[in-house]
């Protein structure tokens, strides 16, 4: 019984063998879609992937699997497709797998994305029966295999991502299909072990451009019946020149990545594996896996676009939150001016309407009383210098002022600095007037529900003046008093 004798009996004795039969390949950090589908038109372009990995090469009937992949966005990046042909030999076995994928993306903020994928298709698994070396060729048993047999697959795929956190989870060969090479499916079969694929990783920029980046990167592989295989792996990249990594499959094997950006749009890369564990006692042959990428896009920098430093964007996200609260306050306080101006005029026009009224009342009594003769000698009387009175500033209409007790506030002159619609704004405001005016608290205009940011409440409309000028002078800010009286 000679090597191909052995793999077939491992393969196809009467039992489901529960263990790794997903294969290994070492570019997924580059092709993340190679195993979750959800991955489907992550990048926003059309990407076109065709890898070829050989394992096992001491062998003299090695393991070679070539795969190739080409994904893409579409409904304004909403949704992804991708197409997935694979061809897997391995002794007398062979795979060919061919299969859609569907992935759809969720927005939740603008830091955060939640995406869902499907991937369903078919595989066509043969065995070359002529290759087995056996002493009696017309065994009953061999001559009732098939040498082919068409089964459906399915995986299922999940990735979260937040700023330059990624997580993943993929679930190759969701149904489990049994794949029955004996037409009495009693012996020589196999099924479809569901696999279940954690992966994690962090981009960390290490220049303020982000030209350079380090990423470290974590795999977790769990198949009911077989040890969970962790891998670790760390790459740096220079998102316009290539990438290099170094990484670990637990009990396997250690790994080094190289790859290079042509052309703006191509992508080559080349994976070398070196066995260690118990593998290694069955075989000394190192493992090769070389990768071609290509990318159908517009953009003109650089084959990745180079990622916003995420303090950077940030700080740009808060000053952006500060603008927007400024002109808030600028907004309310032209509003709160332009109904103060409109009420004084309002009192202008009565003051005038009275005034007029009042002219016209004299000059009737004049024109009624009798012409009396002027004595030149008489002497004027004199007149007491007349005092101008400071002029009162008007009761302001449209306001009815509460605490935030909700118990009515009292009537007066009341000077004032600022008015919002957000609570959150006002107690802002509020903290920094505090700062200089311990008196500041705030109130609520019931009739529009916005808030009044208040240095100072008086009975005296001298005081309210002097502290109006002292904060126009220091500030070099908008204020303004209000004579409040509940009743107007």
């Known amino acids: 019984m000679n090597k191909s004798i052995l793999i077939f009996v491992i393969a196809f004795s009467g039992f489901s063998a529960q263990a790794q039969q997903v294969p290994f390949y070492n570019h997924v950090v580059i092709n993340p879609f190679v195993y979750n ?16 990995n050989q394992r096992y090469a001491s062998f003299s009937t090695a393991s070679v699997n070539n795969y190739l992949t080409i994904d893409g966005a579409f409904a304004k990046q909403k949704a992804g497709f991708g197409v997935q042909v694979s061809n897997q030999t391995a002794g007398i076995q062979q795979q060919f797998a061919a299969s859609l994928s569907y992935a759809y993306r969720i927005k939740l903020n603008e830091t955060q994305e939640l995406r869902f994928g499907l991937n369903a298709g078919i595989l066509d698994n043969r065995i070359d029966t002529k290759s087995i070396n056996v002493e009696q060729i017309d065994d009953p048993y061999l001559i009732s295999l098939r040498p082919a047999v068409t089964s459906f697959d399915m995986n299922a795929g999940a990735a979260y991502s937040w700023k330059s956190l990624k997580l993943g989870l993929a679930v190759p060969q969701l149904i489990g299909n ?17 696999h279940i694929m954690f992966s994690a990783s962090y981009d960390f920029p290490l220049t303020k451009s ?19 295989q962790y891998d670790v792996l760390v790459q740096v990249d220079h998102h316009k020149i290539g990438w290099f990594s170094a990484g670990y499959k637990s009990g396997y094997s250690v790994q080094m990545n190289i790859g290079f950006h042509l052309l703006k749009q191509f992508k080559v890369g080349y994976s070398y594996e070196y066995l260690v564990g118990g593998i290694k006692n069955y075989s000394s042959g190192a493992h090769h896996e070389l990768m071609l990428g290509f990318r159908f896009g517009n953009r003109q920098q650089g084959t990745i676009p180079t990622p916003i430093v995420v303090t950077e964007r940030d700080t740009l996200k808060e000053q952006l939150i500060e603008r927007n609260r400024e002109l808030e306050e600028l907004l309310m306080k032209t509003l709160a001016e332009k109904e103060i101006i409109k009420e004084q005029q309002n009192e202008l026009i009565q003051q005038n309407k009275e005034l007029q009224q009042e002219k016209e009342a004299l000059a009737n009594q004049a024109d009624k009383q009798p012409n009396t003769p002027v004595d030149s000698n008489a002497v004027a009387p004199k007149k007491n210098p007349v005092v101008t009175p400071v002029e009162k500033i008007p009761y302001a209409k449209g306001y009815r002022f509460i605490d935030l007790d909700l118990a009515d506030s009292p009537d007066g002159f009341y000077v004032i600095t600022g008015v ?6 006002a107690d802002a405001a509020l903290s920094k007037s505090l700062q200089d005016y311990k008196s500041s608290y705030l109130v609520i205009n019931k009739k529009n529900g916005f808030y009044y940011v208040v240095i100072l409440y008086s009975l005296d409309q001298e005081e309210a003046t002097k502290v109006f ?7 070099k800010k908008d204020a303004w008093i209000l004579n409040y009286h509940l009743d107007s």
Do not use: H
């Not at 959800?38 to 070829?52: E, K």
């Open 469 to 475: 000028k002292k904060y126009k002078r220091t500030t």
């Open 420 to 425: 919002f619609s957000s609570r959150k704004n």
């Open 178 to 194: 049994k794949v029955a090479f004996d037409k009495e499916k009693a012996r020589g079969y196999y099924r479809l072990a569901r």
């Open 37 to 52: 589908p959800a991955m489907a038109g992550a990048s926003g372009d059309v990407n076109a992937f065709l890898v070829r």
């Open 210 to 228: 982000g030209t350079w980046s380090l990423k470290p990167v974590g795999f977790l592989r769990f198949v009911p019946g077989a040890p969970i």
